[in-house]
């Protein structure tokens, strides 16, 4: 197998808030290879944006690396301590998008202006040739009129065409892996496709090696080759595309995949994960979603369980994965969402 572009190495990382200390990863490892497209799901404050600002030097100022690596291009990441060390790193190697463009973008500068920075900062190109580069992504993004659109402002676009934009300066440096941070958030339907399809085309014309971060897993079946499912700071579950939705072995990804919405039925509710997520300012015990795990085993609640491989390209952390473990059935969705697929097929 090819070696990782990038590769994190049980990562820890802590935040220091009012003289307690939040682990916000949890011995985490995660591997991430060239040319792919890698998802990475799970619920609100489960540690997803905490993993990849870490790639970019963008945590907090009390939040640190406490422990673990994170190697690119043999360098450790988790050793930058200094800006100048994360200039060479951000925006030129590993971008970002964030998932609100309009606090992203700066009010006062025209939208070519912003563009122009980048290009001029990350890569050496001034004047007629920077331009003649900053209406170029900008017309690859989507934006028509790209010349009379540079000189305009942010509050001038709608909030599809400011994500454009946000996506034109993240691949104005040409970097080799891009993080997308929620990238549809509070866009309409349509124009979610519209912004997915045209990271997708990016993908392809740079090069790129794309990370999604979202919850939405409508989103994930769309762009993503390889889905990482995180719970309270660490991956429970990781596998291609088809292994994770339609193969998944971890009951927080029967979960998240029984709360889709259009796999409810009828005049029942909503299936909803019951419980709430562990407080991080704490020593967890075993496997963190036992309190809410309904299939939890007792040693679930001692032990935290080791990573199962079900395949060369899957793995779990899941008790239920032991041989010594009894048999359970999946939920009756899951069983649903195989049947669909085998029938569309």
């Avoid at 030097?57 to 050793?79: H, K, P, W």
């Avoid at 100048?84 to 790193?89: G, P, S, V």
């Avoid at 001034?126 to 989507?142: C, P, S, T, Y």
């Avoid at 392809?204 to 719970?231: C, E, F, P, Q, W």
Wanted: proline share 6%.
């Amino acid at each position: 197998m090819e070696r990782p572009i990038l590769e994190v190495k049980d990562l820890s990382i802590v935040f220091n808030l009012r003289g307690q200390v939040l682990r916000a990863i949890r011995d985490l490892s995660l591997e991430l290879y060239k040319g792919e497209s890698l998802a990475i799901v799970g619920e609100s404050g489960s540690g997803k944006s905490v993993l990849t600002k870490s790639f970019i030097g963008l945590l907090d100022r009390n939040g640190t690396v406490s422990g673990g690596q994170i190697l690119y291009e043999g360098m450790d990441l988790a050793q930058f301590k200094t800006e100048a060390e994360w200039q060479r790193i951000r925006g030129r190697e590993i971008a970002i998008v964030l998932q609100d463009p309009l606090t992203s973008l700066n009010p006062l500068l025209s939208i070519g202006g912003q563009i122009l920075e980048a290009i001029e900062l990350h890569r050496d190109l001034r004047g007629a040739a920077a331009r003649k580069e900053m209406i170029e992504l900008l017309r690859d993004v989507g934006i028509p009129e790209p010349e009379r659109r540079a000189q305009q402002f942010p509050h001038e676009f709608s909030g599809g065409m400011r994500q454009r934009v946000v996506i034109a300066i993240a691949v104005a440096c040409r970097p080799k892996i891009l993080i997308c941070d929620e990238p549809t958030t509070a866009l309409d339907v349509t124009i979610q496709a519209q912004i997915l399809a045209l990271i997708k085309d990016l993908k392809r014309k740079y090069s790129l090696t794309t990370i999604y971060i979202t919850h939405d897993l409508g989103v994930v079946a769309n762009v993503a080759d390889r889905i990482a499912v995180m719970y309270a700071g660490d991956i429970v579950e990781i596998g291609l595309c088809e292994e994770v939705f339609y193969q998944p072995v971890h009951p927080y990804t029967w979960a998240l995949l029984s709360s889709l919405p259009q796999l409810g039925v009828k005049g029942e509710a909503l299936f909803s994960i019951k419980g709430t997520p562990p407080n991080l300012f704490q020593h967890i015990a075993g496997d963190a979603f036992a309190p809410r795990n309904p299939y939890a085993l007792n040693i679930d609640f001692i032990e935290r369980p080791p990573v199962f491989q079900v395949s060369p390209t899957h793995s779990a952390r899941s008790w239920l994965l032991d041989p010594r473990a009894p048999k359970v059935e999946r939920p009756r969705v899951i069983e649903q969402l195989r049947r669909e697929r085998s029938e569309a097929l």
